[in-house]
């Protein structure tokens, strides 16, 4: 009863998922995304202050203290206290376009958040590939282990027969060494990448449910038609509308913003008045002219550089692409070629192998076998992983 009780908890707390439903899970979870939806949100704020006027200034002021009797104000008409307050208004169309780059600039960050999304999804999907080839791995060397171990049995048996064997069984017992060895390795890397799983997932204990198999890979037209689905590529828009923004909004800055002031004055011993001044500043040194040719060139550079991306994304795709191919094609070449060429030759010893006359042939084709079951799963693996960057060149996480 308590290996059953022992045998549900064990289930529960090692409940096994798609790699879809980790990817789920994690971008509702992963803190480095949280961070950006904080920043996002602070845009919000941002964009809601950008409609905003510059602050009204209030200047206080006292006039005329006679240093003789600083308190008395009855002495003169020049001495008065006074309220000033002063307001910049925005020239039109500076506050459309402050909120429109403003704008722009929380449309890098929507941009820099897909990014994050599409990455985690990418890494999760490559360290469950890489997991699963590793509990491959280990699976086929217990597999090895276990004919290795058959294998000596037979060289002891016929130890007595064949003066040869011992040294057989010698050599049988070091691939089983080697076995040990190789097993122990990867059970060390399993487990780093199980902990690097837990952390991309934000959740102990995960289990990947899915087969380790691949299909046909799609067309490469396929990924080239997406390309422009890559938030990466969107930033570098982004940031191009952000520069075209900012340039427009240097444009306006040479209309300098008028100020109005408005100021009340109290006199004690005569009647008090009020004053109104309106001016605004002189460009007369032509800095925003300046200005708004850095803003000019500044786009065009962003642009160049949103253009630039591009050509590189569709070069990176067309790389990944022939890699993923070469990877397809190795394990079409060992699945289909070299695996049953070496069982034929498994059944053309396989009757001396049986009367003990060529063990140590067979212990050379498990070798070779092995080697070449690992090469495959080797090859599995790699286009599995390429293929999930190139979703993420795409900008998919499903």
């Known amino acids: 009863m308590r290996v059953f009780l022992l045998t549900l908890v064990s289930a529960g707390l090692l409940q096994a998922q798609s790699i879809n439903q980790l990817i789920d899970y994690s971008l509702k979870k992963h803190p480095s995304l949280l961070t950006i939806q904080h920043r996002l949100s ?16 209030l200047v206080l002021n006292i006039n005329d203290i006679q240093f003789d009797d600083p308190t008395d ?20 169309g500076k506050i ?9 600039q929380k449309n890098v960050i929507l ?12 890494e999760i999907r490559s360290t469950s590939y890489t997991i699963l080839e590793i509990k491959e791995r280990i699976r086929i060397v217990r597999q090895y282990e276990k004919l290795t171990k058959q294998n000596i049995s037979l060289y002891d048996a016929y130890t007595a027969t064949d003066k040869m064997s011992h040294s057989n069984s010698m050599a049988a017992e070091l691939m089983l060494s080697r076995l040990h060895i ?51 590529y969107h930033r570098t828009v982004s940031q191009t509308r952000v520069a075209n923004a900012n340039r427009e909004m240097q444009a306006l800055e040479v209309n300098p913003d008028p100020f109005v002031q408005v100021g009340y004055f109290n006199r004690q011993e005569h009647p008090d008045y009020a004053s109104i001044s309106v001016g605004f500043s002189l460009p007369v040194y032509g800095s925003e002219k300046l200005e708004t040719e850095a803003a000019r060139k500044d786009a065009l550079a962003a642009q160049s550089a ?16 022939a890699k993923m191919k070469e990877a397809y094609s190795i394990y079409g070449i060992i699945q289909n070629d070299s695996l049953p060429k070496l069982q034929h030759m498994f059944e053309l010893n396989e009757a001396s192998i049986e009367s003990g006359e060529d063990l140590f042939t067979y212990t050379s084709l498990l070798e070779q076998k092995l080697d070449l079951v690992e090469e495959r799963t080797v090859a599995k693996a790699e286009y599995l992983r390429i293929k999930a960057k190139l979703k993420s060149l795409i900008g998919e996480t499903k």
């Open 111 to 122: 941009d820099s958040y897909d990014i994050a999304k599409v990455k985690l999804a990418e």
């Open 42 to 57: 602070a845009m919000d704020d941002r964009i809601t202050k950008s409609r905003n006027w510059s602050n009204p200034e």
């Open 96 to 104: 459309d376009a402050r909120e429109h780059f403003t704008r722009a």
């Open 182 to 232: 190789r097993k122990e390795r990867y059970k060390a890397v399993l487990k780093s990448q199980e902990a690097k799983l837990a952390y991309l997932v934000q959740k102990k204990n995960t289990v990947v449910s899915d087969r380790f198999r691949i299909n046909k890979p799609r067309s490469l037209g396929y990924y080239l038609s997406h390309l422009g689905n890559n938030p990466a």
């Open 73 to 92: 104000r009855t002495l003169e008409p020049m001495q008065y206290q006074a309220i000033n307050v002063r307001q910049r208004f925005p020239w039109f």
């Open 306 to 321: 949103s253009l630039d991306y591009r050509d590189a994304l569709e070069s990176e795709i067309r790389i990944n692409y």
